[in-house]
């Protein structure tokens, strides 16, 4: 009887795409499944149930065949059983509360998300309307008319030669990185640059010195690495630990963004950059260097950048990383990573048994487009073009808001950071901005804690200099809300 209900089903009209032979091995299975269908119930004959249903007979072997094969029948010399199988247990599906299906790690970083837009102002994010997609896809063609079987596998670990060829010329002279190519590995995207620091470098429980405010991605990575956060504050030099915590709470990593502090734009002195080196000890500690924007100097047009930790001290335990996501675009996850002479051999294992790379046209399209000058010639015209957005960001905010805000920053990159009165809080007013179209970041998401500091984060990369004014416009309406 419950046999004849569920088969019943198969007169019913099929769903675009289902064959009739796939809605019989369908009903059966699920019926079985929940326990309609107890085990030992026989099944009709495939002559007879075809007959009964006006199927193909072989479209019933198919089903009956299908799930013989899969456990749920048996055959003997009786026809086809259903199989004794344990009684699945019923799992009610779980609330989408991250606390109770996310581990306690990956739940406090579900809360932490913040929203990638495209928007004008959105801090961190190039013109990728301007990059040079016809000439860029040139090297791509090439690269893919040269490509054999081995750039189809997974990459060489440490990634494609020529790349790691043409980065070690152009760090040592775009920023005074003194490296060999074998010291360069190349990952997908500087987020997996420091979950790469955080997990082979150190263990769960060791200690990380963050930036306080720091770049979000970087407070997520080492979270989720179980790592004990100690979060340094940053002045107008960048970082600035006090003394007594070398002492009191040295740590395994220390995480800078020296050229240029993510999110409050500070430039960590030379002072500074030798006092950190004095307290490296390879074996002991390692320093992070992210250096993620600074090829667009402001400060000195057409000048380089203060030059990499890394060069000031190459054994000493520093790992330098870098990205190609502002310099060309984000969604090419290109970065590397150059770690000291001493350490490639290790760390070149360990890296390789944990990440697996690709993308080895892409890398090898990104070599030539480096040796030919393309990235440079590239970079080149784009900075000037972001020079003069923060100059009319920085002249609107300063005619555009009411009040004499604090404008941080701008050295270097891709965004300004404005110091707000303690109320409203930012987080209300970035609200609001989006509502107006302006994707601005509320500074205090930044900080480790609530009361860090209030204010806006905003990106000029992506917002054109003739729409400044008036988006700033936009933003007037929101703050004053
Ligand atoms: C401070 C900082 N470091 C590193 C990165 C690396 O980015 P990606 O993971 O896109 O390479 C970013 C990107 O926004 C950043 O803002």
């Not at 429980?205 to 940053?234: F, H, I, K, S």
């Not at 790379?357 to 070599?367: F, K, S, T």
């Not at 100059?391 to 950071?417: D, F, K, M, S, W």
Request: aromatic share 8%; net charge positive.
């Amino acid at each position: 009887m419950a046999l004849d209900l569920i088969l019943s089903a198969l007169q019913h009209p099929l769903p675009p795409g289902e064959a009739r032979q796939q809605r019989l091995y369908r009903l059966l299975r699920s019926a079985i499944l929940d326990g309609r269908l107890s085990a030992g119930v026989r099944l009709p004959g495939s002559r007879q149930l075809a007959q009964d249903y006006r199927m193909a007979r072989n479209g019933v072997l198919f089903a009956y065949q299908q799930l013989l094969s899969e456990g749920f029948l048996v055959a003997d010399r009786g026809g086809t059983r259903v199989a004794s199988l344990p009684s699945p247990t019923a799992v009610a599906p779980a609330t989408a509360v991250p606390d109770e299906i996310l581990s306690r790690r990956a739940a406090a970083l579900a809360d932490r998300r913040l929203p990638e837009e495209l928007l004008p102002f959105a801090p961190g994010v190039a013109d990728l309307n301007v990059f040079p997609w016809p000439v860029w896809s040139r090297f791509l063609q090439q690269a893919w008319r040269e490509v054999s079987a081995r750039q189809l596998a997974y990459a060489e670990p440490g990634g494609e030669p020529a790349l790691r060829r043409s980065l070690a010329t152009f760090l040592r002279l775009r920023r005074g990185v003194v490296c060999a190519p074998e010291q360069i590995f190349i990952v997908a995207g500087g987020q997996v640059a420091l979950d790469a620091c955080a997990r082979l470098l150190a263990d769960p429980g060791d200690r990380v010195w963050l930036e306080n405010p720091c770049y979000q991605a970087a407070r997520n990575t080492m979270l989720a690495a179980g790592l004990e956060v100690v979060d340094v504050p940053v002045d107008r030099d960048g970082m600035a630990p006090a003394d007594f915590l070398w002492r009191d709470k040295p740590p395994r990593l220390l995480y800078l963004t020296p050229s240029h502090q993510y999110p409050l734009g500070s430039v960590l002195s030379l002072e500074r950059r030798l006092a950190f080196l004095n307290h490296l000890k390879a074996g002991e500690n390692w320093l992070i260097e992210d250096d993620y924007d600074s090829e667009f100097n402001h400060a000195q047009p057409g000048g380089r950048p203060l030059p990499a930790i890394q060069g000031l001290s190459p054994e000493a335990p520093v790992i330098y990383v870098g990205t190609f996501s502002k310099l060309l675009y984000p969604g090419l996850r290109i970065a590397y990573m150059v770690v000291p002479r001493w350490a490639v051999t290790s760390f070149g294992a360990a890296i390789a048994a944990l990440y697996r790379g690709g993308q080895a046209v892409e890398q090898r399209a990104l070599a030539r487009f480096i040796e030919s000058g393309r990235l440079t010639r590239h970079t080149r015209s784009m900075a000037p073009r972001y020079r003069q957005r923060q100059q009319v960001l920085r002249r609107a905010l300063q005619e555009g808001l009411a009040e004499p805000y604090v404008i941080l920053g701008g050295q270097a990159g891709l965004h300004l950071t404005v110091l707000l009165p303690e109320a409203p809080p930012d987080v209300v007013l970035s609200a609001a901005a989006a509502s107006q179209g302006v994707a601005v970041r509320p500074l205090s998401a930044y900080f480790s804690s609530a009361g860090g500091g209030n204010g806006l984060v905003l990106g000029y990369g992506m917002a054109e200099a003739e729409r400044i004014p008036q988006l700033v416009q936009r933003l007037r309406l929101a703050l004053d809300k």
